[in-house]
């Protein structure tokens, strides 16, 4: 299959011969092209080094590289430090990083933000004027004003893992000195959870490694403690700041650092040391960028759902088929703070196509299965799973579970489920109760939000024949399914993860909305309380893809909603 | 007028217009010429109408006064000046996510 190569498309032609105009004809006098490298050896990009003359008289040694795609994508602008022979040729070349921000960890500079560019306006000369005046602010002492800062100013070193610290973690301030434990979770991976996190989020531990932690004073940062990482940076921190022999100890080290005044005051390294004699031969720093889950977990959705009410909630969720597990997951990553789950059932290998987990959770409970997705979606959870039949409970669980939520969430799809959680406890536990189901095929689905005195019941629906699921438009045979291998139960029904996924989203949603109700959260109120969803084909009277919602009120007369008499 | 200013006058500059689509044109200029010149000659051999058009230089200079002439705005030999239709600066899009 042929690659997709700007320089190569007739439809560039003019575009590729001007450009390469500029690279070697001067740009008029501030460009001094050192060398345009073979696309053999770039395997087929455009890319150039040269010099770049700015602010009057000075030059810095550049690489140009043109994307493949251009130029619906920009020229990138790396900086270098190169050595020429008399010839002019290449004999040595590194990354320059001017250390000012604005650019990338490969030398990258940051010169526009990437909507600014438009394919038709602008070109490699206008890339290389910004070039010029981002050099400018680069090699002053001041470095870039504020308006000029267009990307989010990179990680003071690169990093090669992450530290995954679950919240704020703040250390005496008579500690100086202490070990840490971190659990990693895949290479080069950790995650902060001994002694910090009731359970462990992660399915395998690879490892758990003790960090050395050193605590430091308010005013240090890790720009004075690593200027960069050069071996004599390393050593330098070692003699000055720990007061340690690089020579003596293990060959790697795992030290962390804390620094209280940072506004990540966390950061974790393994330092690699290679000792001739007495000597240091070789010193190599590994950088674990720290990232605190709390702080940063839901800064995208925090405007829609607010997560400091959401996190203080708790939900019920009895059923964690298809469904559940997706309602489960979705609340979880949208801030709910508790959850107790209530399913007795195995998660198999038919479960996967349809489920929120996969594969790797087969033969597991399912209630331990959706645990595991919600704690990895956000390690402060706290998450109950409860291996029970909600109808053959006889230790209270169920009951306790719902005097202390603010939902219940049903999605059984078993009548007999919903009846014995509409009839026994809607009046007992003044929460809103809602219970979801979708039809055979996953055609068609309903969602009815059950709230004492405000909406009607089960079984108030009933009596007007609203607790049917839509009827899907047009004959569908289904292939009838055998019960699943090593299984008693019911042979599932058929219908795919897509259809069925509408359902659950939907049920977040309500949930949702529910849980904020009373709060001053700016997202649409609950529009109704019984809701259809007619599915691809649409329904009776219904266009297809279309959500029906409805706002039925209990029935005066309803023994088992309204408390007029009693069971 | 002096020899060097007539030799300066004299100099031929061969200059470029790219348009949209990858068209092009190109052909010798004076430097006493008016921009308004290279203007008519791109409009000329590529049929084109000046309506939603702004010439810019190659680094993305505008040049909007096209009574100055090639000298007084320092264009440079070989350089391809771009006079594509104008184009908003970010794609008649709503802001979005995915």
Wanted: charge should be neutral; aromatic fraction near 10%; hydrophobic fraction near 35%.
């Amino acid at each position: 299959m042929e690659r997709y190569l700007w320089h190569e498309q007739e439809e560039h032609r003019n575009l590729y011969a001007s450009e390469l105009n500029i690279l070697k004809n001067g740009f008029g006098g501030d460009f001094e092209l050192v060398k345009l490298f073979d696309v053999q050896e770039t395997n087929g990009r455009i890319s150039a080094i040269g010099f770049l003359k700015y602010d009057m008289d000075r030059s810095q040694a550049i690489r140009i590289n043109f994307p493949p795609k251009y130029p619906y994508s920009p020229p990138v602008i790396i900086t270098l430090n190169i050595q020429l022979d008399q010839g002019q040729n290449i004999i040595a070349m590194q990354l320059q990083n001017f250390g000012k921000g604005n650019q990338y960890n490969d030398g990258s500079m940051c010169l526009f933000r990437k909507e600014l560019w438009n394919k038709d306006q602008h070109g490699l000369g206008w890339v290389l004027r910004r070039a010029q005046e981002w050099l400018k602010y680069a090699t002053s002492p001041e470095g870039f004003p504020k308006d000029k800062i267009v990307e989010e100013i990179p990680a003071h070193l690169p990093h090669v893992g992450q530290v995954l610290l679950p919240k704020n973690f703040v250390l005496n301030q008579h500690v100086k000195v202490t070990n840490i434990v971190l659990t990693q979770f895949k290479p080069n991976y950790y995650i902060l959870e001994q002694n910090f996190i009731p359970e462990y989020p992660f399915k395998f531990k690879m490892n758990a490694e003790i960090f050395k932690c050193y605590a430091f004073g308010d005013n240090v940062t890790l720009k004075e403690l690593f200027p960069n990482i050069s071996p004599q940076a390393i050593i330098t921190f070692f003699n000055k700041y720990l007061n340690e022999n690089i020579v003596e100890g293990e060959p790697v080290r795992n030290i962390g650092l804390y620094l209280p005044g940072d506004p990540n005051p966390w950061h974790f390294f393994k330092i690699h040391i290679q000792i001739d004699g007495n000597q240091v031969f070789n010193v190599r720093l590994d950088y674990y960028l720290t990232r605190n889950v709390e702080n940063e977990l839901y800064l995208r959705t925090k405007d829609v759902f607010d997560d400091l009410v959401l996190k203080g909630k708790r939900v019920t969720i009895i059923g964690l088929g298809a469904l559940g597990s997706e309602v489960a997951k979705s609340l979880g990553r949208n801030a709910v703070g508790h959850f107790n789950l209530f399913d007795f059932d195995i998660f198999e290998l038919g479960n996967s196509v349809r489920h929120a987990a996969d594969l790797f959770y087969i033969g597991e409970h399912k209630v331990e299965v959706v645990k595991q997705l919600i704690l990895r979606t956000n390690p402060n959870i706290t998450v109950n799973a409860y291996k029970s039949d909600v109808l053959n409970d006889d230790s209270g669980t169920l009951e306790n579970s719902l005097f202390n939520s603010d939902i219940c969430i049903v999605v059984t799809a078993e009548d007999s489920v919903d009846y014995f959680i509409n009839d026994k406890f809607i009046k007992t536990y003044p929460i809103p109760f809602v219970f979801a189901r979708v039809s055979v095929g996953g055609l068609s689905g309903s969602i009815q939000v059950v709230e004492n005195n405000e909406s009607a019941c089960l079984r108030c629906l009933s009596r007007e024949q609203l607790d049917k699921l839509p009827v899907p438009k047009g004959d569908i045979n289904f292939v009838e399914l055998s019960p699943e291998y090593g299984s008693c139960s019911s042979p599932a029904l058929p219908g795919s993860e897509v259809d069925t996924k509408e359902v659950a989203i939907q049920v977040t949603r309500v949930a949702l909305q529910l849980l904020l109700r009373n709060t001053i959260s700016k997202y649409p109120k609950l529009p109704g309380t019984l809701m259809y969803w007619h599915g691809p084909k649409g329904s009776k009277g219904k266009a297809p893809f279309t959500w029906e919602i409805k706002n039925i009120k209990p029935k005066p007369d309803c023994t088992f909603c309204n408390g007029n008499t009693t069971i | 007028m002096k020899p060097e200013l007539q030799k300066e006058k004299d100099k031929k500059l061969l200059l470029k217009v790219l348009i949209e689509n990858d068209r092009i044109v190109e052909d010798e200029f004076l430097s006493n010429q008016k921009l308004q010149v290279i203007v008519n000659r791109a409009l000329e051999k590529l049929s084109i109408t000046a309506e939603g058009r702004e010439l810019k230089r190659e680094d993305g200079t505008p040049l909007l006064d096209l009574s100055q002439t090639i000298g007084e705005v320092a264009l440079y030999n070989n350089e391809t000046l771009r006079f594509f239709k104008k184009a908003p600066n970010t794609p008649d899009r709503d802001k979005g996510f995915a």
